[in-house]
Each structure stands twice: as C-alpha cells, then as structure tokens.
C-alpha cells in the first residue's frame, strides 16, 4: 500500500502540475478557457483530442502550437524525470539517454521537415518553421495532432513521419509507439555489428 501510494502520487502530482501550467500558458496566449483545459490534457497525456477542427496550429496569430509542442514533449518524456524535477533535481532531463534521443529526434525532425515545406508549401518561412516543428513533435509523441494548415504536403514527409510516429515517446510516458529506449538501443546495436565488420575479432 505505500508503495502504491507513492506511485499515485507520483502520477497525480507531475501531470496535474504539467497540466496547470499549460493551461495557465495557453490562457494567457488568448485562448477561451475550455479549449485551453482541452488542449493542455490532449497534449499532457498525448491524446490527439481537438475541440476544434482547426487544431492548434489554426490559431496563427497566437503561439499555442508553439506551447502545445512544449508540453506534447513533456508528456513524452519520462514520468520520473518530472517527478525528480519537482523535488529539486531538474538535471535529470540532461543526463537521461532517452530524453536526449527525443530532442535530437525532434530537432534533426523539424529540421527536415522545414526544408521540405519551404520547397512545397510557399506559405512563408516563419509558418514553415511552425508547421514543421508540429508536424514532426506531434507524431514523434504520438499525440497525432493534425489540422489542414500543417498537414503534410510532401510523400517523404509522410514516410518520415510515420517513422517518427512508430518510434514514438520515451518509456513510462504517456506516448505510445516502440519507445525510444528500444530505438536507442537498436542504433547502439547496429552501430556495434557494423564496427564488427570491420573488426571481426575485436572486442567491442
């Protein structure tokens, strides 16, 4: 029974204080109050839920994508690592293998997904850069946000992010997919049958 009710707590704790800066975030980006509690527990537990056919990203004029992905990432990163966070270690996030995977996922993701859009899309760089970066941070956490302002326009897009999507979140989150633990551990994996062989008989 403590144990259980530590876990619960655990839980409770990290996504409802998660869940009220989004909201208190969103809000003060000029979002009405329902769709703002909307969006932060659809992001939070990387649900997908949109209370209008627009998504975040068909509000232009205000940066909710922009908070949205912040918290899609949160909500895909280990639940522990919150937990640490809120008593005082927040270094966690910067040693932990799986967190650094997913900002590497996600930054080399937008990255490539930006480029593609300049060449197809014509809308403009800075909402090339947005649509870009929600594209690939909503499929990379499985969250599966999609509107007809940021969806894909270009068939390697589609491919890269049915990849990211299968990848999904780290493991102990909300997020669905592989797992980056076990995507991580078959680029070590590989990286190793490949050094061996070059190196039949070395000890790696």
Known sequence: RPRLRQVVRLVALSYAGLSA???GGLVSAGLPLLDAVCYAFSAVSTG????NTGGPAAYTDMPVDLIVVIFMIAGAVNISLHWSAIRGRP?????DPEAAFLLILAIV???V?????????GEGIGSDIRNGIFNVVSALTTTGFVSEESAPRHAFMVFLLAGFAMIGGASASTAGGLKLSRALLLVRQSARELERLSHPHGVI
């Not at 997908?48 to 209370?51: A, I, L, V």
């Not at 270094?91 to 040693?95: I, M, N, P, Q």
């Not at 930006?114 to 899309?121: D, M």
């Open 91 to 95: 270094g966690v996030y910067w040693r």
């Open 48 to 51: 997908g839920f949109m209370p």
């Open 109 to 111: 993701g937008a990255a």
């Open 113 to 121: 997904a930006v480029n593609l859009l300049t060449v197809v899309s």
């Open 21 to 23: 800066v989004c909201i």
